[in-house]
């Protein structure tokens, strides 16, 4: 979320998730560090989650890319950010609350 000119980065249980399923011991205690150096706010996990994940599937959108969404949109960001293509192209289709966007573009759409 953008907040007088201040980026909020979030994070949440599916992050979490995602990162404790990384093999390789050093690249996981890595992204580990990387997220515990960065001021995050946490999103809250709520049974309407799963909800939205349903929905969200519809639109073949993988599994945990619609838990990331379906959290994001519960916080009501702005943008969520990611380099897969497919789920950009995915998101298109999708009635979504929130932007799905690669870096380049936010940047080009928010600096």
């Known amino acids: 979320m953008y907040v007088n000119n201040k980026i909020i980065i979030y994070k949440s249980r599916a992050i979490d998730y995602e990162i404790s399923r990384i093999s390789d011991g050093d690249k996981r205690r890595q992204v580990e560090d990387l997220y515990d150096g960065l001021e995050l706010e946490n999103i809250p996990y709520t049974y309407e989650l799963d909800k939205r994940v349903e ?57």
């Open 55 to 111: 929905e969200l599937e519809k639109y073949n959108i993988h599994y945990m890319d619609a838990y990331h969404i379906a959290y994001a949109e519960s916080k009501e960001v702005d943008y969520f950010i990611t380099v897969d293509k497919q789920l950009i192209n995915a998101s298109k289709k999708a009635d979504l609350k929130i932007k799905v966007i690669n870096p380049i573009e936010f940047i080009m759409e928010v600096m």
